[in-house]
C-alpha cells in the first residue's frame, strides 16, 4: 500500500529519476570505495611525477603560434600517430585528494589582480563529456572570485558524473546546479539547462558582475583579467548574437514541435507537427541568435522576474531549438537592462565577441579554412589556427577536442598564461 501511494504521488516521471538518483548514489559510491580503497594501500601521497592528469606533448607553441612550418608539421603528426587519450579515472582519482589535486594543478598558486577581485564572473558550464576538457576550460578562466555552476546532462556517463562531482568538492566557488535535465538537441531541455543553472546564481552569496554560458568543447581567447577588462567596457551592456529572422526560422517557432527518437548523439529530437502556434505573447518581435550570451547581472535579475519573459518562455517551450531565438529576443525588450533597441541593426555571430565558430560553408570567404576536422559543418579547431584564434577579437571559440587536436588546446593554454602574465604586469605597473 505504501509503494502504490507512493507511486501515486510522484508519477512515473518522478519515481524514474527517483530510483535514477539512487541508482547514481550508489555507483559513486562503489567508485569512492574503490578509490579509496586503492589510495589507503598506496599510503601516503605518491610524488608529483607519478600522478596521472592530461599528457603533455613535447611541442614547441610559440613556433606553433608563428606558424613555423617544421613545428607545425610535427603537430600534424602528433595529431595522426602518437595522440594519448585522456583517462577519466585518472581525474577522479585525483579529486579524492583536494589539496593534491589544487596543488598539482595549479589553483592554490592563481594569482588575480585586484581588478579582477572586484570584478566577479558567473559561468554556467552545459556539459556531458570529456571531463579533463571541463576541468581544463575551469582552470584557463579561473579566479578565486568567480563562480562556476555545472550542469551534467542526466545522460552523462557515470565515470562523468563522478569527475564533476569531485571538481565541485575541490573547488570551493564550483558547485552542480540543483536541478538536472535531460538535455535533448534543439530542445527545451537545452535551455531549461542554462536557466537552471541562471537561477542558482542568482541565489548565491557572490555577487557576480557578469554571466557567460560555455559548453564542454568550449575554450577562451582571453585570460580572465582581460575579459573583466572587456566586460567593464560594456558598461552595463549585455553581448550576444541578435538577428532579424530569415523565413526557415520563422518555422522553428510558427509551428508545434514534438520530441521523437532520431538517430542522432542525443537520441531525440524535436519534431515538426502540422499544427500552426499562435503569435507570441505580449505582442512580442521575434529575433534569432544562438544559444551562447554574456549577460549582466541586472539584466538576469529583470528577466528572472518579469511575467513578460515567463510567458514568453512557456510559448517558447514546443518550438524548434528555444534557446536560438529566447535570448536574441528578450534582450530586444524594451525597458530591459542593457536593452539592444528593436530598430538596432543586426547583431551576427562575426559582430558579437561571445563565440567564434568556423562554419565549413564559410570558410575561404570570411574565414581561412580549418585545419582540424569538420563535424556537422562545424570546425574542430587545429594547432595551425591558434594565431588566427587569438588575434580575430572573440573571447571564446568552439569547437576544440583532445581527440582530434591536443597541440591546440595545449598551447591555448600556454598563450593564455602568457598573455594573463603580461596584462598583469601593466595593470601592477598603472596601479603604482
Not at 219 to 231: A, G, K, M, T, Y
Request: hydrophobic share 40%.
Amino acid at each position: 500500500m505504501k509503494n502504490e501511494g507512493l507511486t501515486l504521488r510522484m508519477g512515473k516521471r518522478e519515481l524514474s529519476r527517483f530510483f535514477l538518483t539512487v541508482l547514481i548514489f550508489c555507483v559513486l559510491l562503489l567508485i569512492y570505495v574503490k578509490y579509496k580503497n586503492i589510495h589507503e594501500c598506496l599510503g601516503p601521497a605518491a610524488p608529483f611525477v607519478d600522478i596521472k592528469t592530461v599528457h603533455k606533448y613535447n611541442i614547441n607553441c610559440s613556433a606553433i603560434y608563428h606558424m613555423d612550418s617544421v613545428e607545425v608539421h610535427k603537430s600534424v603528426t602528433i595529431r595522426q600517430k602518437h595522440i594519448v587519450e585522456d583517462n577519466d579515472e585518472n581525474l577522479i582519482y585525483l579529486t579524492l585528494n583536494c589539496s593534491l589535486f589544487r596543488k598539482v594543478r595549479g589553483y592554490d598558486d592563481v594569482c588575480v589582480s585586484d581588478e579582477e577581485k572586484d570584478f566577479p564572473i558567473a559561468y554556467s558550464l552545459v556539459v556531458h563529456k570529456y571531463p579533463w576538457m571541463v576541468e581544463r576550460l575551469i582552470r584557463v578562466t579561473y579566479s578565486p572570485s568567480n563562480i562556476y555552476c555545472i550542469h551534467y546532462d542526466l545522460k552523462s556517463s557515470l565515470r562523468f558524473i563522478a569527475a564533476m562531482e569531485g571538481l565541485s568538492q575541490c573547488l570551493p566557488n564550483v558547485f552542480i546546479t540543483s536541478k538536472r535535465e535531460d538535455v535533448i538537441y534543439d530542445g527545451f531541455s537545452r535551455l531549461k539547462a542554462d536557466l537552471n543553472c541562471l537561477s542558482d546564481l542568482l541565489q548565491s552569496e557572490v555577487k557576480w558582475k557578469y554571466v557567460i554560458n560555455l559548453c564542454g568543447q568550449d575554450f577562451p581567447l582571453r585570460p580572465n583579467i582581460e575579459l573583466v577588462s572587456e566586460l567593464k567596457n560594456l558598461n552595463g551592456s549585455n553581448m550576444l548574437e541578435t538577428c532579424r529572422p530569415p523565413q526557415f526560422k520563422k518555422n522553428r517557432y510558427g509551428f508545434h514541435y514534438e520530441v521523437r527518437d532520431a538517430e542522432f548523439e542525443y537520441k531525440k529530437t524535436p519534431v515538426q507537427t502540422s499544427k500552426k502556434k499562435a503569435p507570441p505573447p505580449h505582442n512580442i518581435e521575434m529575433f534569432t541568435g544562438s544559444t551562447y550570451f554574456v549577460l549582466s547581472r541586472d539584466f538576469v535579475v529583470f528577466m528572472n522576474a518579469s511575467v513578460v519573459v515567463r510567458d514568453f518562455l512557456a510559448w517558447s517551450e514546443d518550438t524548434y531549438s528555444p534557446d536560438e531565438h529566447f535570448w536574441a529576443t528578450i534582450v530586444r525588450l524594451p525597458g530591459v537592462p542593457g536593452e539592444v533597441p528593436r530598430s538596432h541593426p543586426d547583431i551576427t555571430d562575426l559582430m558579437s565577441k561571445t563565440r567564434l565558430v568556423k562554419w565549413s560553408y564559410l570558410e575561404e570567404s570570411l574565414y581561412p579554412p580549418c585545419t582540424g576536422l569538420h563535424v556537422r559543418d562545424v570546425c574542430i579547431f587545429g594547432a595551425a589556427e591558434i594565431h588566427w584564434l587569438l588575434s580575430y577579437g572573440h573571447w571564446f571559440a568552439n569547437r576544440f577536442d583532445t581527440n582530434v587536436d591536443p597541440i591546440a588546446v595545449q598551447c591555448l593554454e600556454e598563450k593564455l598564461e602568457e598573455r594573463k602574465n603580461i596584462f598583469q604586469s601593466i595593470a601592477a605597473r598603472h596601479s603604482l
